[in-house]
C-alpha cells in the first residue's frame, strides 16, 4: 500500500512548536551551542536569552558549571572587563571558523590581538555587556559566586551581584557595617564577610554572613577581642567541610558553623595556612594548592597534616613555570581542576588555561591528568588578571 508523500500543509517543524515545548527542548542543549541556536531566528534568539530557559534547566537539572574571569584593562571606564569560557564543541566542524556572534565580543576596545582567529578549534574567553556594571580596580577583591551570581562588595556598604543569566548587575541588600577591603568566603550557599572594620574594639561587627537563599544578614557570633586585636589582618581564610579556617599573624581559629561557636586551630591543621589565595581550590573536602615555590601543583592530606604533590602533571609543570608574576588561580569545575595563568610573550601576554581530572588511587595517592591545555586570549602587557569563578546556570 502507497502512503500520501506529506504535504508542506500538512507538514509539522521544529518551530511550529509552542514556546515552553521549545524551551522545554532547548533547555536540554549545552549552553556552548546557543550562540549558534540563536542565529536560527529571533524567535531562538529571544528564548535563548530570557531568564526562563535557565528555569527550565535548573527544574530539568541540565545546569552546566561556567568559568568566569575578570580582566583589569586600565583604558576601561569601568576598570575591568568580564570574560567567559567559550567551549568548543569537539564533535563537529564549525561552519564558520569566525562567526558574526562572536566577532564584536572578542575585541572591546580593539585592545586583543589576531591570534585567537587562528585558533577556532581552541576553548577561548568571551568577554560580553554588562549591564550598570560597578567600578572594580586591582585592590576591589572582595567577591564571591553562588550559584548563577557573582557577589561584590562594591562600597563600603553597598552589596551587589551579577546574574550571570542575562549578565545583569543588581543591589542586594546593603550589609550591616560599613566594611573597606573585607576578606569573602562562601561556605553552603552562604558568603561570610569578614574584617575591614575600623573599629576592633566593637568585636561584634567583625564577621556577618549574607544568607544567598533569604537573602538576608545573618548575625554570627565573634570569635573574640582577644583574637581580632591580635590578628587585624588576616593571613588567610579557607572555608571547607562546615567549617571556616581563619589564619593570623599571632594565633588561629576556626568557625563552625553547625555547632556555631569558635575554636583554636591544632597543630595538625596550621599546614592548611599555606593554601595560599587566590591560588587554592575545594574539591570533595580536598585541598588543592599551587606552590609557587616548589612550582607544583599539591594537595593537603589532612590525616598526615602534610603537602602532597598531585601526580601525573610532568608537561603542565614545565608550562607553569614560565607563568607570569607567579600567579597561579585554581577553580573547582565540577570535580575538575580550572588552571589559569598568564605567560608574557614580547609587549603581550597570553592567558592560558588548562582542566585536570583528578584520578583517585587511594586515600593517599591523587593523579591528575590534563583534559585540554591551550591559550585562551591574548591581551596587552598592561592587562591583569584579578579573579576568576565558577557559576551554575
Known amino acids: 500500500m502507497n502512503r500520501a508523500k506529506p504535504t508542506v500543509a500538512n507538514t509539522i517543524t521544529f518551530l511550529m512548536l509552542p514556546d515552553d515545548m521549545l524551551l522545554n527542548c532547548l533547555a536540554r542543549v549545552s549552553r556552548l551551542y546557543y550562540p549558534t541556536l540563536s542565529l536560527v531566528s529571533k524567535r531562538f534568539r529571544s528564548l535563548l536569552t530570557s531568564l526562563e530557559i535557565y528555569e527550565t534547566r535548573t527544574l530539568l537539572c541540565c545546569t552546566e558549571n561556567c568559568l568566569y574571569v575578570c580582566l583589569l584593562f586600565p583604558r576601561d571606564k569601568n576598570g575591568a572587563r568580564w570574560f567567559t569560557l567559550c567551549r568548543r564543541p569537539t564533535q563537529i566542524t564549525a561552519p564558520n571558523p569566525t562567526p558574526r556572534w562572536f566577532t564584536p565580543l572578542l575585541r572591546p576596545y580593539q585592545l586583543l590581538t589576531m591570534k585567537e582567529k587562528k585558533s577556532s578549534d581552541k576553548n577561548l574567553l568571551v568577554s560580553f555587556p554588562t549591564l550598570n556594571p560597578p567600578y572594580m580596580s586591582r585592590w576591589d577583591m572582595s567577591l564571591a559566586a553562588v550559584g ?26 546593603s550589609m550591616r557595617v560599613f566594611r573597606w577591603y573585607p576578606s569573602v568566603r562562601v561556605l553552603d550557599t552562604k558568603i561570610y564577610i569578614t574584617g575591614g572594620v575600623k573599629d576592633y574594639l566593637h568585636s561584634s561587627d567583625w564577621i556577618e554572613c549574607f544568607n544567598t537563599k533569604t537573602q538576608i544578614w545573618e548575625h554570627v557570633p565573634s570569635p573574640g577581642a582577644k583574637f581580632i586585636q591580635e590578628n587585624n589582618n588576616i593571613y588567610n581564610s579557607v572555608a571547607i567541610d562546615g567549617k571556616l579556617y581563619f589564619f593570623g599573624v599571632r594565633s588561629n581559629a576556626v568557625y563552625k558553623t553547625k555547632e556555631n561557636r569558635w575554636d583554636e586551630i591544632g597543630l595538625t591543621e596550621i599546614g592548611m595556612r599555606w593554601a595560599g589565595n587566590p591560588d587554592y581550590c575545594v574539591i570533595d573536602n580536598i585541598w588543592f594548592n599551587y606552590s609557587w615555590i616548589l612550582k607544583r601543583l599539591q594537595w593537603y592530606d589532612i590525616d598526615k597534616g602534610s603537602w602532597e604533590f598531585l601526580e601525573g602533571l610532568e608537561e603542565l609543570t614545565k608550562l607553569l613555570k614560565d607563568c607570569y608574576k607567579i600567579l597561579v588561580r585554581l577553580e573547582n569545575y565540577g570535580g575538575n ?57
Not at 148 to 159: E, K, L
Not at 340 to 352: F, Y
Open 148 to 173: 548563577c551570581n557573582i557577589y561584590q562588595v562594591d562600597t563600603p556598604s553597598r552589596f551587589m551581584f551579577m546574574d550571570c543569566r542575562n549578565h545583569t548587575w543588581h543591589k542586594a541588600p
Open 337 to 393: 581542576i580550572a588552571v589559569l595563568w598568564e605567560k608574557k610573550v614580547r609587549e603581550e601576554k597570553d592567558i592560558w588555561c588548562a582542566e585536570i581530572v583528578l584520578v583517585k588511587r587511594n586515600e593517599h595517592e591523587i593523579y591528575g591528568k590534563v583534559e585540554w591545555c591551550n591559550v585562551v586570549l591574548t591581551v596587552p602587557i598592561t592587562c591583569e588578571l584579578l579573579t576568576s569563578f565558577i557559576v551554575t546556570v
